[in-house]
């Protein structure tokens, strides 16, 4: 069975991080294997408090990792410029082997997941490892210190990061008002396109969808689909998700 390789942070509410990612892989029929990042106290309100896994530990379990058996690689959480450190020297050694980077900085119960200097390394430091990385517009402004009012904003935000070293870039537009959510893809070899679908009310009140759409866009890549296939399989798959979410409410 396919494995995919979950490097983040744990969100003890299981609302969010890598439970979230694991219920996504093995939803779709994939195994998911772990490297924590960061220990979160967290409820879908509050945030408590969080603790990073120090450098040696995360390496430890990158290091034990069998990677002959992983077909792609999703990060969330990386606290600090130490852990971008330690991720990116280990994707160094593994670039066969798709990779999505979803780069969060805050969690909507009001935690500050990632420090400055960390925020301020991804671009050089991992950005052009990754095949894919997947910010929504609060993180894609706040990495290219960019605005964002309308659909053709997200645009410039992609091309933006892509101008600091990723090589493909989903812009999530869900933030932008509207009865319809759209992202945009924007892909070396792929070309660029926007996919809109219906918003899905109440939708907004989903944790983890980010983290979720990030490790489905990692199963596809693993199953061999290309970047554009890929995400639009995803997002399909994360509509079903919140549409399921929300009626469970
Ligand atoms: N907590 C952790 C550990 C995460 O990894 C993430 C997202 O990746 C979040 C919280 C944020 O999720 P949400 O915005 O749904 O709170």
């Known amino acids: 069975m396919t494995q995919i390789l979950l490097i983040g942070g744990s969100d003890n509410s299981g ?3 890598v439970y979230a990612d694991m219920e996504t892989v093995y939803g779709l029929g994939a195994k998911p294997t772990f490297a ?4 979160t ?3 879908d309100h509050l945030f408590f408090h969080t603790h990073t896994v120090p450098s040696k530990t995360l390496k430890a379990q990158l290091q034990a990792t069998e990677m002959n058996q992983v077909g792609a690689i999703k990060i969330g959480m990386l606290p600090n410029k130490e852990s971008i450190g330690v991720v990116s020297e280990f994707l160094s050694e593994h670039s066969e082997i798709p990779s999505v980077l979803d780069p969060v900085f805050t969690s909507s119960s009001g ?3 990632s420090s400055y200097e960390g925020i301020a390394s991804l671009g050089s430091q991992l950005f052009p490892l990754i095949n894919i990385i997947t910010p929504n517009i609060l993180e894609a402004c706040r990495l290219t210190k960019l605005g964002c009012v309308q659909k053709e904003d997200l645009e410039t935000l992609a091309h933006a ?4 070293g990723a090589n493909a870039v989903l812009v999530k537009g869900g933030h932008l008002p509207g009865n319809h959510c759209v992202d945009f893809l924007l892909s070396k070899d792929r070309g660029n396109c926007f996919f809109e679908r219906k918003r899905i009310p109440g939708g907004t009140e989903v944790r983890g969808t980010g983290c979720r759409l990030a490790s489905a866009i990692a199963y596809h890549l693993a199953m061999g689909y290309n970047i554009m296939e890929s995400v639009d399989r995803s997002c399909r798959y994360l509509s079903s998700y919140i549409e399921e979410r929300v009626q469970g409410i």
Do not use: E, N, P, Y
């Open 36 to 39: 924590i990042t960061a220990i």
């Open 161 to 164: 990061c892509r101008k600091m």
């Open 15 to 17: 609302g969010a991080g």
């Open 111 to 113: 935690g500050t997941l």
């Open 41 to 43: 106290a967290q409820s």
